[in-house]
């Protein structure tokens, strides 16, 4: 069962008996009325009549997660009933009823212990006039050296090379550099907690003061049980923020019995932050009310070292100068220079070994549970004389697999992790049983697609392929759902249903998994993206529940009037999203007819906390209007919009959108719009987002590549010419664009375009 589904099964009568008595269910600042019929339970009170009864006990010395459920459940409790418990780490007799929070002498005392609670399980017992919310806790703290900042990378880097120099004789990638990323510090820190727990609370957060903030990894078994117990009381986070959150009101909640232990069906639950550490506090705050954990427990260093890990090993220039047979063979050269990392030459048998010995010194010296070979991204087949004739599958898994049994032979109980990605997604026929310590995440297989029959089965095709070579339980999944990163949402892609199909499947077969959501400097287009972040996280957890179950109390709750309206707009984008064949291109006729559906729901919720969250949606998505006018363009056009946009004809409409294109410098034209395209690029030496976005789209229409840039400067910033003339090599230093083309044949071409119009090219592969 879920991490909340057994509380909330034996503590449903106390709901509707004791919890709502006298009083309202609250959704953000719509209150309904409460039950008419209701009747006062047994058992101690812990807020009586909008008074404290109770306080909350947390030990002396603990980790920063117990500190944290200590504040969380202080603030919702006080949202709920008007009365705000007092911390302390000592019980006293003015309070009726103490409720101990994580684990301290006295949880020990009461023989109610963590032990057996790993990956966030955790356990809440009640008896007489106490309760214990308890976990596994502990403060992640990144292994050394590891930079605090960007400017302390050269130092950390510098001393990470001090400390390999007698296990590789060049340099190693350092897989620690940039962990300041996984650690929540950004610089409204100490207010924003502040403004949320209080200053007085300050005193309990390590230093007594709240700007050391927390790392993604901290695992927080205590803090699952708070947020499993305020869900007894009917709390549900649906969305970050306030607006996302639904929090009854009731002045008398009173304690009742417990003795329940909760596992989650899956030990990974992790999403990838690009920059953890500056997110909002709603965004991080939300990923841990829905159970998510950082994965150090499995992965070792989180999520660093585990998509693409293996490039850590041959990435540094010192490796590319002194073993050019470690890379790909491609044009008769060995590419040590693609995406900075250069690319592998499977066959090689220096590589192997050095990648042994990386991973030897991991296990060793950090104890890390695994280790990634995880080929880099972009890949690259090898033409030298031993890679040749075999396929992209057979060259990655079969260096996987040489790399698992001899690392299998000095660590058994450690991981080796490849990726089912790209070319080599599926397991090659030379391979009929991998060794015992290899772990494949099978990555990016589409999962909103499978709600459609056809996909469903060409994914189980694969599953079972890698289930039939594979130990138990060394499958993870990794699919993103990085669905809608641009200024506006196209279509929403839910995909509940498929969430919930694909981990029901999983259960009992998958360590967990970790995906990448839509996110910049925090989660983009919430009102459009949480059901699914919603579903996923809470089937993580226990993926036997009825879907359809927790589709009918998430519209009832979150949707109030509305329910019925969003519930049909909800099975009306999934199913259009099944005829279009699980493509992004879903008909104009039926993006029109969804936000009719959505216009109407809001009229139904009228002017509530209701009414709001669905316009929240309607602003992500294209307006009314706007698709209108695109519908018109297209009937002018002679297309029949009544049909299907799917790969079948979607030829055609590039076609068309291609003979009204005008090159005018605007990138909102149905000529680049019918593409998909991803968000901005990032700045190529540090791999973060630029102070100024840079958006990128590119096509290729009869032989001409169109490529379109728009940087997004100050307003009002003065433009930095240097040439007007084409060809003036003066011109790379001013603003301007500089596109670098390699084609298959190695030519490499690079051209560079200013504001004034001037150009300037050349051809590199000749040398110029």
């Not at 990638?173 to 610089?187: C, H, L």
């Not at 998430?554 to 909800?570: H, I, K, N, T, V």
């Amino acid at each position: 069962m879920s991490m909340y589904k057994k509380v909330f099964l034996t503590a449903l009568s106390v709901m509707f008996a004791s919890f709502l008595l006298n009083s309202g269910l609250v959704a953000g600042n719509e209150i309904l009325p409460a039950p008419a019929d209701s009747y006062d339970a047994p058992g101690p009170l812990i807020v009586d009549s909008g008074e404290p009864a109770a306080q909350i006990v947390i030990a002396e010395e603990r980790p920063r997660m117990v500190t944290l459920a200590a504040l969380e459940l202080q603030y919702y409790v006080e949202k709920i009933s008007g009365a705000r418990l007092s911390i302390s780490t000592e019980p006293d007799e003015g309070h009726p009823v103490t409720i101990h929070v994580g684990r301290s002498a006295r949880t020990d005392a009461l023989d109610v212990s963590d032990e057996g609670l790993k990956y966030g399980a955790y356990r809440i017992v009640s008896e007489g006039d106490w309760l214990v919310l308890i976990g596994h806790d502990f403060d992640y703290e990144p292994p050394e050296p590891w930079a605090r900042r960007h400017g302390d990378r050269d130092r950390a880097r510098d001393a990470w090379d001090e400390l390999t120099s007698d296990e590789t004789d060049t340099a190693w990638g350092d897989p620690f550099g940039a962990f300041f990323r996984k650690r929540w510090g950004r610089r409204d820190r100490t207010p924003a907690m502040a403004e949320r727990y209080g200053e007085a609370n300050a005193r309990w957060w390590p230093g007594g003061d709240f700007g050391s903030g927390f790392w993604s990894d901290d695992e927080g078994g205590t803090l699952n049980a708070v947020y499993a117990w305020l869900e007894t009381l009917g709390v549900r986070w649906y969305m970050p923020g306030e607006l996302g959150e639904v929090v009854p009101q009731a002045p008398t909640i009173r304690l009742e019995s417990f003795n329940e232990t909760v596992k989650p069906d899956f030990d990974l639950r992790s999403w990838f932050w690009y920059n953890y550490g500056i997110f909002p506090l709603d965004d991080v705050l939300w990923a841990r009310r829905l159970g998510l954990n950082g994965g150090s427990e499995v992965l070792g260093g989180g999520q660093y070292g585990f998509a693409h890990g293996h490039t850590r090993v041959h990435s540094r220039t010192a490796m590319q100068e002194a073993h050019p047979k470690y890379y790909a063979l491609r044009g008769g050269e060995r590419d040590t220079e693609h995406r900075a990392h250069g690319t592998a030459c499977y066959s090689s048998e220096g590589l192997e070994k050095e990648t042994i010995a990386y991973a030897h010194f991991m296990f060793d010296h950090y104890d890390w549970p695994k280790f990634s070979v995880w080929p880099g991204d972009g890949f690259r087949h090898c033409q030298c004389e031993q890679c040749a004739d075999k396929s992209a599958s057979e060259l990655v898994w079969e260096f996987t697999e040489r790399v698992a049994r001899e690392l299998y032979k000095s660590h058994p109980d450690r991981l080796v992790l490849g990726g089912a990605y790209a070319q080599y997604v599926e397991p090659p026929d030379s391979i009929e049983q991998f060794s015992p310590n290899v772990v494949v995440d099978i990555a990016n297989r589409g999962r909103p697609t499978f709600i459609v029959q056809e996909r469903w089965e060409r994914y189980l095709e694969t599953l079972q392929a890698w289930k039939d070579r594979l130990a138990p339980r060394r499958i993870i999944r990794g699919d993103n759902s990085r669905y809608h990163m641009g200024e506006k949402v196209v279509f929403p892609i839910l995909q509940a249903r498929a969430q919930a199909r694909d981990l029901q499947m999983l259960k009992g077969i998958s360590i967990g998994e970790i995906s990448e959501q839509s996110q910049r400097r925090g989660l983009l287009n919430p009102g459009a993206n949480h059901l699914g972040l919603y579903t996923q996280a809470r089937y993580l957890w226990d993926a036997d529940q009825d879907i359809e179950e927790l589709l009918d109390e998430y519209c009832e709750l979150f949707y109030g009037p509305a329910r019925d309206q969003m519930q049909a707009a909800f099975d009306f984008a999934d199913e259009a999203y099944a005829r279009a064949v699980g493509s992004p291109y879903v008909p104009i006729d039926d993006r029109i007819e969804l936000v009719k559906m959505l216009l109407k729901a809001r009229d139904a919720a009228g002017d509530t906390i209701y009414g709001e969250r669905i316009q929240l949606i309607l602003e992500e998505l294209y307006p009314l209007e706007e698709l209108r006018a695109q519908r018109e363009a297209a009937e002018a056009r002679g297309d029949d919009v009544r049909e299907f946009w799917t790969l079948m004809n979607l030829d055609r409409w590039r076609s068309d959108a291609a003979e009204t294109f005008e090159l005018d410098g605007k990138l909102d034209e149905l000529f680049w719009t019918v593409y998909p395209h991803g968000g901005g690029l990032r700045e190529a030496k540090t791999g973060d987002r630029p102070e100024h976005r840079t958006h990128f789209m590119m096509r290729w229409y009869e032989n001409h590549l169109y490529v379109g840039v728009r940087c997004e400067d100050e307003e009002g910033g003065e433009l930095n010419i240097t040439a007007t003339e084409d060809g003036d090599p003066a011109i790379l230093e001013g603003d301007s664009v500089t596109l670098l083309l390699e084609t298959q044949d190695l030519s490499h071409y690079e051209i560079t375009v200013n504001p004034a119009g001037a150009i300037f090219d050349a051809d590199r592969s000749e040398g110029g």
